[in-house]
C-alpha cells in the first residue's frame, strides 16, 4: 500500500485565496513526523512545514498551517492568502520512527501536486 | 554557506556509460540520501547512509551503487547507465532533528 497519497495530481487557485492540498498517509508505528515541501520551476526542494505525531495542535509557519487529522491518517496543508509565488509543485512526505529497527530517518514521498495561482 | 553541494548539474549519457554523481555537505550530518525524481512519482529513495563508511538499499536501488568513505560525501554510480535512468537526482543530508538539506538536483539523460 502507498505510505503517501496526494489525490490531487493539479490544483487551480484564484490570487489571495486560500487552498487546501490534500495528504493521507499509512503507518503503524506510533511516532512519526509529517512534512511539506515546496518545488518551484527552478527544482530545489523547499522545507515549508512539519508536524509530529505526538504534537497537540496543528503547525503553523506564516501563511502555511497543516490540519492534522490523526484518526484520518490525514496531513493536510492549507495555503492562506495564495500568491503567483506559490505556483509550484508540493510533496507530503513521512518519516517513521522505527526506533527500534534503527531507523535511518529516510522521509517517504507522496506524487505531488501541482499547484497554479491564477492572477 | 552550509548546504549539499551536488555535481554535475546537468548530464548526459549514452546507453552503456558510467558516471559518479557527488554529493557533499558541511553540517555534520550522519545521515544522507539519494533519491530519484521522475514525473508523477515524486521522490524515490535509490539508497541511504547512516555514517560514514556505511550505506543500504532504499527503494529502487537496481543499477546504482553508493559509497561513503567520509563523512561529508556521498557518491552515487551507475555503472552501465541505461534509459530507465533518465532522471532527476537529488541527494539529502538530515542531523539529529527534524530538518533535512536537499542539493540542488541532477538532471541526468541517458540516450
Known amino acids: 500500500a502507498q505510505k503517501i497519497t496526494q489525490t490531487q495530481p493539479g490544483m487551480f487557485v484564484q490570487e489571495k485565496e486560500a487552498v487546501t492540498l490534500d495528504c493521507t498517509y499509512d503507518?503503524?508505528?506510533?511516532?512519526?513526523?509529517l512534512f511539506w515541501y515546496k518545488q518551484p520551476s527552478s527544482g530545489e526542494m523547499i522545507f515549508l512545514i512539519y508536524?509530529?505525531?505526538?504534537?497537540?495542535q496543528n503547525a503553523t509557519e506564516g501563511r502555511y498551517s497543516l490540519n492534522f487529522q490523526k484518526a484520518r491518517k490525514s496531513a493536510n496543508l492549507v495555503i492562506s492568502a495564495s500568491q503567483l509565488g506559490d505556483s509550484a509543485m508540493y510533496f507530503c512526505?513521512?518519516?517513521?520512527?522505527?526506533?527500534?529497527?534503527?531507523?535511518?530517518?529516510?522521509?517517504?514521498f507522496g506524487s505531488g501536486t501541482q499547484l497554479t495561482v491564477l492572477p | 554557506n552550509a548546504g549539499v553541494t551536488q555535481t554535475p548539474k546537468f548530464r548526459v549519457l549514452k546507453t552503456g556509460q558510467s558516471m559518479t554523481l557527488l554529493c557533499a555537505q558541511d553540517?555534520?550530518?550522519?545521515?544522507m540520501y539519494w533519491y530519484r525524481q521522475d514525473p508523477g512519482m515524486g521522490l524515490r529513495l535509490i539508497h541511504y547512509?547512516?555514517?560514514?563508511?556505511?550505506?543500504a538499499k532504499g527503494e529502487v536501488p537496481d543499477g546504482y551503487n553508493v559509497s561513503r568513505l567520509k563523512k561529508q560525501n556521498f557518491l552515487l554510480g551507475l555503472e552501465s547507465a541505461a534509459p530507465s535512468q533518465t532522471s532527476v537526482y537529488f541527494c539529502?543530508?538530515?542531523?539529529?532533528?527534524?530538518?533535512?538539506?536537499f542539493g540542488s538536483g541532477t538532471r541526468l539523460t541517458v540516450v
Open positions: 547512509s547512516v555514517g560514514e563508511g556505511t550505506t
Open positions: 539529502a543530508s538530515g542531523g539529529t532533528g527534524y530538518g533535512y538539506t
Open positions: 508536524q509530529g505525531s505526538y504534537d497537540q
Open positions: 553540517m555534520n550530518h550522519e545521515y
Open positions: 503507518t503503524s508505528d506510533p511516532s512519526y513526523g
Open positions: 512526505a513521512m518519516r517513521e520512527a522505527q526506533i527500534s529497527s534503527g531507523s535511518a530517518r529516510q522521509l517517504t
